[in-house]
Nanobody, 128 residues
Framework: EVQVAESGGGSVQAGGSLRLSCTVSGLIFADADVGWVRQAPGGECDLVASFTSDGVIRYGDSVKGRVTISRDNAENTAYLQMTSLKPEDTAVYYC??????????????????????WGQGTQVTVSS
């Protein structure tokens, strides 16, 4: 059974920083894409960052320059370092792995958990 577990969310003031962690078990992590997707209340599911198994990194337009994704294949863990946080970054942040990017391509704006494996999400709240 594949399990995806996020940690590191919380509440910060605008301009602050947070680091999210995602630990994956039950698959060969080094062979899997991994990424972070967020959804604000009533909003769409947006890609924050992704890191493919072959080393390609991609960031969502709204966070470019403010977030950094990394992965440690030996620890089966991915990280999302977020800086200069804004109130509009407030959302539930999901870690996803395996085929989640395919799901986002097929259904833009939708967190389609039928594709890949998803964590339960961690809340990030940024106050002004």
């Amino acid at each position: 059974e594949v399990q995806v577990a996020e940690s590191g969310g919380g509440s910060v003031q605008a301009g602050g920083s947070l680091r999210l962690s995602c630990t994956v078990s039950g698959l060969i992590f080094a062979d899997a894409d991994v990424g972070w997707v967020r959804q604000a209340p009533g909003g769409e599911c947006d890609l924050v960052a992704s890191f493919t198994s072959d080393g390609v990194i991609r960031y969502g337009d709204s966070v470019k320059g403010r977030v950094t994704i990394s992965r440690d294949n030996a620890e089966n863990t991915a990280y999302l370092q977020m800086t200069s946080l804004k109130p509009e970054d407030t959302a539930v942040y999901y870690c996803a792995t395996d085929l989640f990017l395919l799901g986002l391509e097929r259904s833009p704006g939708t967190c389609d958990t039928d594709f890949g494996y998803w964590g339960q999400g961690t809340q990030v709240t940024v106050s002004s």
